[in-house]
């Protein structure tokens, strides 16, 4: 097993340890909103307890009969408007640093089908491969449940990774979510879209596919595995190694010679 391995644990109610800048930018901005949401709610509590208390019948037997007050309609139009201004300005920010791509150092291709997931590496010709989740009679010491598959994708750390995610043109829709990376991007039939991240510690990261996408939604597990650029390069060699474009060849050329109906035999 890697150093590090990041999933989800029972009882766990905050983040996953970020792992990208990405993730990063989230949680901090996560814990931004939560002081300034925490400070706002104590203020409406003490706000609602001095009305209690003040503006009670035994308080107030004759209760003021002011129609408005222009100070006050204007505070509570402006500070609402600046507490906006001030949650929206790093929201843009951050919604851009996650929307414009780098220029990526690899290329994946992700491929949601019921219930699995496919992958293809463009940069390396032929390079493909189906990650399904491994049985429990499957399992190997440490691998989570849920969780583990037979073929993890695999990627360098402190590289920049772009992600095309799509869907089997005749299935369903589909998520692809790593919460470490602050990932998660639907997966659509006949629709291309696509996210980045780059990983800055080597590890082993997991993901489920998260939208509901039918009988083995739960299913659906995504497996990222982050090495040193030189283990990348190894692995890379170690996959393509037995893929000869020859052999594609070869293939078509069979099936053209065939007579019709001969491949169905």
């Given amino acids: 097993m890697p150093a590090l391995a990041q999933q989800p644990e029972p009882w766990q109610l905050d983040f996953q340890p970020a792992a990208t800048p990405v993730m990063e930018s989230i949680a901090s901005f996560h814990n931004f909103l939560l002081i300034l949401i925490t400070l706002i709610t104590l203020f409406v509590v003490v706000l609602l307890g001095m009305c209690v208390v003040r503006f009670n019948s035994r308080r107030n ?15 509570w139009t402006v500070l ?38 496919g992958y293809e590496y463009p940069d390396h010709d032929g390079l493909s491969f189906d990650s399904i989740m491994l049985a429990e009679d499957e399992l190997q010491p440490g691998q989570p449940r849920l969780l583990a598959t037979d073929n993890d994708v695999v990627v360098p750390v402190d590289k920049v990774v772009k992600m095309l995610i799509t869907a089997d043109p005749l299935g369903v829709i589909h998520a692809w979510t790593i919460p470490a990376f602050g990932s998660k991007v639907d ?51 170690e996959q393509t190694a037995h893929l000869d474009p ?8 069979q099936v053209t010679a065939q007579p019709a109906g001969a491949a169905g035999e």
């Fill in 80 to 117: 609402p408007v600046i507490i906006l201004v001030v949650i929206a300005i790093p929201s843009f920010r951050l919604l851009y640093f996650q929307l414009e791509v780098p220029e990526p150092d690899v290329t994946i291709k992700a491929t949601g089908y019921q219930w699995y997931w």
């Fill in 187 to 237: 997966a659509v039939p006949g629709r291309m879209n696509e996210t980045w991240f780059k990983a800055t510690k080597t590890g082993m990261y997991y993901g489920q596919c998260s939208e509901l996408c039918g009988r083995d939604h739960a299913f659906m597990p995504i497996s990222v595995r982050v090495v040193t650029q030189e283990e990348y390069d190894a692995w890379v060699a």
């Fill in 61 to 75: 037997p004759n209760p003021s009969r002011t129609s408005h007050n222009t100070m006050l309609e204007v505070a």
């Fill in 246 to 253: 020859r052999d594609e060849t070869k293939k078509l050329a």
